[in-house]
């Protein structure tokens, strides 16, 4: 046991380091999910708008006092983007090619190195308060396994903005076997750390900002001095404008663009209802992004900070998100899915040499590069010593000076069934190896194939030989769209709530196989059953609850389910449902009533 005396001699020790360390900016990272290109009112100005303009005064005001990055790039959907936030490396390397499944092995692989853990090894406080989507079938992939001091926020990809109660996606993995209405199962998804924070009412946006102003609060308070307070990397991936859940008959309360009210009523003009909701969730956002910068300033740590705001991927257009004047939206490869949103802000220009402040910089930059930047020895001097090749490259040039980019090449996918990679101005765009060709710089609507143009056939031959390269260059990586369900993660069997279900001594390969259900009960006897043909019940099915080859199997299967009231046969599928359901005709359809 260490005396008194040594304990206080290493505490000083640690004190005499400090002082010594080279003073590092705060880093904060503001992460906007599904945010549309066109959904912050200064591209509104820049470029037009296709829809009603949302008022977003304080990320105006930020960016102007920033550099404006417009010629920024993400990745198509959520989980890919933040894989290659947290390893400075494309999804052909990680496998993160789509959303990760809650209840599937879908994760970040454990020797992948993460900035939280390169920035935290560089002398860092590191904490996450938001939205993680990066797995948790193990605790070892959790947050704070991955390099975080702490963690206030949700594992999965959306939950209910009040209640952060996560409704399971798609049904197909969702256990509806163990809902009466045989919906997707619902669990608890906030977690402060290893404990599970039930019942919440607070709107997540508003709750993770306070969060982020309490930490930055508790902060400050580590030193006297302003200049003294220890390094903080404050990674803030907000829920907004992410969809929440969608409304179940177990849960009416659910809804997919959620905001409180006040903030719907000020866009009551807005003729559409899901986009009159989605412009109220970005304007919370909007005041969320000013209440943690004036945090910042009330502790004294905004001339140290380097304030970074992003988005994950562009809006879904299926949601009413507009990325004017660009093609396409979230989770498509055209630039309307993955031309982002983005700008920094340098608290103190002077003091990190940061000359572009009020600017525009157009060189190119992809979402891998935010590690090696923020590595790079001008900010955070990590040591980048271990680990697997980044395929980032440090933007601070561009960033910080308006310098040419390191950066001349973009993959943002090489799978057979989509790709694209766009070199200099041009992108090659690939759905199933049938390509189309686009001069993204001229025409960032992709408006014009140039793919047959003989112009461009040598432009053309070139891009597709690159999607060849780095596809077969990764050919090797598992693909984590292949990770199975595992019955093992249901919320049912944790009370109710989204933990993880494998042990931490499993390595990616070869933690124990996928759990199958509970094995069927013994057939009952042959039921009773009262049918009609061409009728239906509502609400309407979304997936068989059994696989059957006539009306009376479909009803002695749901005589033998307990909460199956009334039965629909078509086709070859039985579907189970409620006590409430209401009959609708639907020629095909053949309703089984058991007699009990």
């Not at 940061?354 to 190119?364: D, Q």
């Not at 070869?510 to 061409?534: D, R, T, W």
Request: proline content about 8%; charged content about 15%; aromatic content about 10%.
């Amino acid at each position: 046991m260490m005396s008194v005396y040594s304990w206080a001699l290493a505490i000083l020790c640690v004190v005499d380091s400090v002082k010594a360390a080279p003073l590092k900016p705060h880093i904060v990272f503001f992460l906007a999910d599904d945010y549309g290109f066109a959904d912050v009112s200064y591209h509104t100005t820049m470029y037009g708008n296709s829809s009603n303009v949302i008022k977003t005064p304080n990320l105006d005001a930020l960016a102007m006092q920033g550099v404006r990055l417009e010629n920024y790039y993400v990745q198509p959907v959520c989980s890919p983007t933040r894989s290659c936030i947290m390893t400075g490396r494309y999804v052909i390397h990680t496998g993160v090619h789509v959303p990760f499944v809650d209840s599937s092995q879908n994760v970040l692989s454990i020797d992948e190195v993460t900035i939280a853990q390169r920035l935290k090894s560089a002398g860092y406080v590191t904490r996450a308060v938001g939205k993680w989507h990066l797995g948790f079938m193990a605790w070892k992939y959790t947050p704070q396994e991955r390099g975080f001091d702490s963690f206030f926020g949700y594992y999965g990809g959306s939950t209910d903005y009040f209640t952060m109660d996560t409704l399971c996606w798609p049904d197909a993995h969702c256990f509806t076997e163990d809902t009466p209405t045989h919906e997707a199962v619902s669990g608890w998804d906030l977690h402060r750390d290893r404990a599970v924070y039930k019942n919440n009412t607070e709107y997540s946006t508003n709750l993770f900002a306070t969060e982020a102003v309490n930490i930055i609060m508790s902060h400050s308070k580590l030193s006297d001095t302003p200049e003294s307070i220890p390094s903080l990397f404050l990674y803030l991936p907000m829920q907004a404008v992410h969809v929440g859940n969608k409304p179940t008959p177990m849960h009416p309360e659910y809804g997919l663009d959620q905001a409180p009210i006040k903030y719907i009523n000020e866009y009551s003009w807005v003729a559409n209802e899901q986009r009159r909701n989605l412009s109220a969730m970005v304007t919370v956002m909007d005041e969320a992004a000013l209440n943690v910068t004036l945090a910042l300033k009330e502790a004294g740590m905004w001339n140290r900070t380097l304030f970074i705001f992003s988005t994950d991927n562009g809006g879904p257009l299926f949601d009413e998100a507009s990325n004017y004047p660009l093609k396409g939206g979230k989770a498509t490869l055209w630039e309307g899915g993955v031309r982002g949103v983005g700008f920094v802000v340098a608290g103190d220009p002077t003091w990190l040499q940061f000359t572009t402040s009020g600017t525009i910089v157009r060189g190119l930059m992809h979402v891998a590069d935010w590690l090696p930047t923020l590595c790079d020895p001008a900010i955070a001097s990590c040591d980048m010593t271990g680990g697997k090749p980044l395929d980032g490259v440090s933007a601070w040039n561009v960033i910080s000076r308006n310098e040419p980019s390191l950066r001349n090449e973009i993959v943002y996918d090489a799978l057979k069934t989509k790709s694209a990679l766009r070199l200099g101005n041009l992108k090659v765009i690939g759905f199933n190896d049938k390509f189309q060709l686009y001069d993204v710089i001229n025409d960032p609507g992709e408006s014009t194939d140039l793919s047959n143009s003989t112009r461009y056939a040598s432009n053309m031959t070139e891009l597709v030989n690159r999607i060849m390269y780095w596809r077969n260059e990764s050919a090797d990586v598992p693909n984590q769209a292949d990770a199975p369900v595992d019955f093992r993660s249901n919320p049912v069997l944790h009370n109710n709530s989204w933990l993880p279900w494998l042990p931490d001594n499993c390595s990616d390969s070869n933690c124990p196989p996928p759990q199958p259900g509970p094995s069927p009960s013994p057939a009952p006897p042959p039921a009773h059953c009262n049918f009609s043909s061409n009728m239906d019940m509502y609400p309407e099915h979304t997936h068989p609850s059994a696989q059957v080859d006539s009306p009376q199997e479909c009803c002695q299967a749901c005589k033998a389910a307990k909460s199956c009231f009334v039965a629909v046969f078509a086709g070859h599928s039985c579907y189970f449902k409620p006590e409430y359901a209401t009959p609708r005709p639907r020629p095909g359809s053949t309703t089984c009533i058991p007699v009990m």
